[in-house]
Nanobody, 127 residues
Framework: QVQLVESGGGLVQAGGSLRLSCAAS????????MGWFRQAPGKEREFVAR????????YYADGVKGRFTISRDNAKNTVFLQMNSLKPEDTAVYYC????????????????????WGQGTQVTVSS
């Protein structure tokens, strides 16, 4: 069982930056694929980014490439999402997710691929 707790959300002006953190419980964090998803009001949950377990290879949704960076610190059981050049359309609740398993190529970009979820943290970008 893995418990995930997100932090770092808030209100920021367009063009600004935020860094989200997700702290995970458990002893085998390094074996988990970690992902970030988001859900805006009235919209479906959508994939943002994920980092694989062994090689930490990142994969991003097209809409955040070049602006967002996912990283992980296995020693601290934490995954991060650095968000730069934020836009009003980035406004959403951001969720951290975890999956025990392998992701090949562009895999693990759907919510159904993940077993554990955090409660979410609100990100609001004003214009």
């Amino acid at each position: 069982q893995v418990q995930l707790v997100e932090s770092g959300g808030g209100l920021v002006q367009a063009g600004g930056s935020l860094r989200l953190s997700c702290a995970a419980s458990g002893r085998t964090f390094e074996r988990y694929v970690m992902g970030w998803f988001r859900q805006a009001p009235g919209k479906e949950r959508e994939f943002v980014a994920r980092t694989r377990s062994l090689d930490r290879s990142p994969y991003y949704a097209d809409g955040v490439k070049g602006r967002f960076t996912i990283s992980r610190d296995n020693a601290k059981n934490t995954v991060f999402l650095q968000m730069n050049s934020l836009k009003p359309e980035d406004t959403a609740v951001y969720y951290c997710s975890a999956r025990l398993g392998v992701c090949l190529g562009s895999g693990c970009a759907e919510g159904r691929h993940y077993d554990y979820w955090g409660q979410g943290t609100q990100v609001t970008v004003s214009s």
